[in-house]
C-alpha cells in the first residue's frame, strides 16, 4: 500500500486542478507533506515558512510536478509580517479556496512577543487568527479553513490573562494552551461564517504524535532523544498520517459540508469539554481581537448563537 498522504486520506481520485491553497508552516513536517500532496493533486500552492531556502526548495519540488507554487515568507511572532503576508496572498492571487492553518511550535522558555503576548500563544493561535481574518474577504465561496489542533489540548481549560505573563511558565502547559485556543477558534469561525451566510467552512484536526514532524526539537531535556527513537517503533504515527488527517478534512468529499468539528483518525471526534465551551470560544474571539488591538472580526453573529456549552462537537 502507498504511504503517500493523499493515499492514506483516500482522495488520490481528487481532482483539485484550479484549488488555491495556503498551507502555513509548509517548509517541512506535515505543512510539506500536505503542500506536496496538494501539489500532486494539482492544487496551486502557496508556500508559507521562515526559511527561504526552505521555501525555495518546496516551489521548486512542487514547480516540477506542473502546478503554480510561490513561497511567502512571514515570522509567526511577528503580528505586522502575517499582515504582510495576508496582503501578499491578496495581491498575488483572485482567492482561496483552502486554508490550512498548520504552522505552529513550543518554547521551551517563557518570553513574550513585540505584542506582549506569550510566544507559543502567539504563534499558535493568535497569529493564524490574524490571519484569517485578514483573508476572510478573500476565501471563495465554498473555501475550507483547516486549523492544525492536538490531543494536547486535552486538561486546559481557557485563560487570557496568562498569556500576558506567567512566572510559572510551562513550555508544555503553554503548548497544550493554544492547542485548545485553535479548536475553540475553529468552531466560533464555523459558527460565526454561517451566522453572516458564509458558504465558508472551519474544522479543526488533531494530526497525531508525529516524531518525524521536527517537533521534537521544541521538548525539554532528554525528551527529543526519546521521540527520536520511537520513529523506528510500529505504530507511531507518520509526517505521511498527519499529513493525511489534514488533506481529509481539507479536500475529501466527505467533508466538504461539514464545519465546525475536530476531527482525529479522520473521523469527527468529541474535544474535551473545556474545547466545547462556546463562552468561552466567544470570549477567546473578542479577547484575540483585543489582544492584537484590531477590531472584532465577523460581529454580524448574533449574540445567543455564541453562548452556552454544545453537548456534543463544537
Known sequence: MSDLPETLAGVSDVDCTGLRALITGSTSGIGRAVALALGRLGADVLVHGRDRDAGAAVV????????????????????????????????????????????????????????????????????????????????????????????????????????????????????????????????????????????????????????????????????PNLVQRLEVLPGVTSVADGAAEILFVGVSPRTADISGRYFANQQSTTPSGAARDRDAARRLWTGSAGLLGMEVPLTEMATEQTTGTAAGDP
Not at 476572510?136 to 485563560?159: I, M, P, Y
Not at 477558534?185 to 521536527?214: C, K, M, Q, W, Y
Open 60 to 223: 521548486d519540488e512542487l514547480s516540477r510536478t506542473g502546478v503554480e507554487a510561490t513561497f511567502l515568507q512571514a515570522d509567526f511572532a511577528d503580528s505586522n509580517a502575517v499582515r504582510e503576508l495576508a496582503t501578499a496572498v491578496q495581491e498575488q492571487t483572485d482567492g482561496i479556496d483552502l486554508l490550512v492553518n498548520n504552522a505552529g511550535a513550543l518554547f521551551r522558555n517563557g518570553a513574550l512577543t513585540d505584542a506582549g503576548v506569550e510566544y507559543t500563544f502567539h504563534v499558535n493561535h493568535l497569529s493564524p487568527y490574524l490571519l484569517t481574518a485578514e483573508l476572510l474577504d478573500h476565501l471563495h465561496e465554498g473555501a475550507r479553513v483547516v486549523t492544525t489542533a492536538s490531543a494536547a489540548h486535552k486538561g486546559a481549560s481557557l485563560d487570557l490573562e496568562r498569556v500576558q505573563g506567567d512566572d510559572r511558565y510551562s513550555g508544555l502547559s503553554a503548548y497544550s494552551h493554544s492547542k485548545l485556543a485553535n479548536i475553540l477558534f475553529a468552531a466560533e469561525l464555523s459558527r460565526r461564517l454561517d451566522a453572516t451566510g458564509r458558504d465558508v467552512t472551519s474544522n479543526s484536526v488533531h494530526p497525531g504524535a508525529i516524531p518525524g514532524s521536527g517537533f521534537s526539537r521544541f521538548l525539554p531535556g532528554p525528551l
